[in-house]
C-alpha cells in the first residue's frame, strides 16, 4: 500500500532564506514521486519528479528534492526564498505507469518580506 | 504550459439543478483524471479514464458522472446538485507512458 505523508502543514520563511518542505512515503514498489505546486485558484503545476534516475532531482524555478531511499523520504529545497514562491505545495507518490496516485495533505508556504 | 482547459471556472448554481463541468486536453493524451479538493485540504480521485469509451471511479465515492466518448474531452456530470457538492474540481490529463500528470485551472462549485 502507498501513502505519503507531508509532515508540515504550514511553513513560514523570510524571502531570501532557505526553503525545507519535508514529504516520507511508504510504498510497497519502487513509485514515483513528485511535487506540485498549486497558487492560489489556480490547477496544480508539476515542479519535479523522480522516477528512479538520479536521486537528486532539479525541478524549475531553483527547487530539487532528494530522494532517499534509506530514509523514504522526497524532501523539497531552495537555497533562497521567492515572495512568488508562497504557494500550497503537494507531495505525490505513483505507481509507475499506473492510475495510483495519492496526494499529500499539502504544505503552505508563507514567504514574509 | 499545458494546455488542459476547464469550464466554467466558477459556477453557483441552486440545488437539483443539472450540471456539467467541461474538461479538454489538446496534448492527445490517453488518461483523464478528475479531482475533488475541499478548501486548504488534499485532493481526492474521483474518476480517470484509460483511453475512449473507458471510465472507472477513483477512491472517493461521488455521485458525479463521467464520460469519454473523444480523447480530448473528459466532462462530469451531477444530475442533481445538492449543498455537499460545494468544492473545487480539478481535471488533469497523463501521457500513458510517463508518470506526470497536467492539471487544468479547475471549477470552483458552489451550490446553494
Known amino acids: 500500500a502507498q501513502s505519503v505523508t507531508q509532515l508540515d502543514s504550514h511553513v513560514s520563511v523570510s524571502e531570501g532564506t532557505p526553503v525545507l518542505l519535508r514529504c516520507n512515503y511508504s510504498?510497497?514498489?519502487?513509485?514515483?514521486l513528485f511535487w506540485y505546486v498549486q497558487h492560489p485558484n489556480k490547477g496544480l503545476q508539476l515542479l519535479l519528479k523522480?522516477?528512479?534516475?538520479?536521486?537528486l532531482v532539479k525541478g524549475i524555478n531553483g527547487f530539487e528534492a532528494e530522494f532517499k531511499k534509506s530514509e523514504t523520504s522526497f524532501h523539497l529545497t531552495k537555497p533562497s526564498a521567492h515572495m512568488s514562491d508562497a504557494a500550497e505545495y503537494f507531495c505525490?507518490?505513483?505507481?509507475?505507469?499506473?492510475?495510483?496516485?495519492?496526494f499529500g495533505a499539502g504544505t503552505r508556504l508563507f514567504v514574509k518580506a | 504550459e499545458a494546455d488542459i482547459y476547464q469550464t466554467p471556472r466558477y459556477l453557483v448554481i441552486g440545488t437539483g439543478k443539472k450540471i456539467t463541468l467541461e474538461c479538454s486536453q489538446t496534448?492527445?493524451?490517453?488518461?483523464m483524471y478528475w479531482y475533488q479538493q475541499d478548501p486548504g485540504m488534499e485532493l481526492h480521485l474521483i474518476h480517470y479514464?484509460?483511453?475512449?469509451?473507458?471510465?472507472e471511479k477513483g477512491d472517493l465515492s461521488s455521485e458525479s458522472t463521467v464520460s469519454r466518448i473523444r480523447t480530448e474531452h473528459f466532462p462530469l456530470t451531477l444530475e442533481s446538485a445538492r449543498p455537499s457538492h460545494t468544492s473545487q474540481y480539478l481535471c488533469?490529463?497523463?501521457?500513458?507512458?510517463?508518470?506526470?500528470?497536467?492539471f487544468g485551472p479547475g471549477t470552483r462549485l458552489t451550490v446553494t
Open positions: 488533469a490529463s497523463s501521457d500513458g507512458r510517463r508518470d506526470e500528470q497536467y
Open positions: 510504498s510497497s514498489y519502487s513509485p514515483s
Open positions: 523522480y522516477t528512479s534516475a538520479a536521486t
Open positions: 505525490v507518490v505513483s505507481e509507475t505507469g499506473g492510475f495510483k496516485t495519492i
Open positions: 496534448m492527445g493524451h490517453d488518461k
Open positions: 479514464s484509460y483511453g475512449v469509451n473507458s471510465t
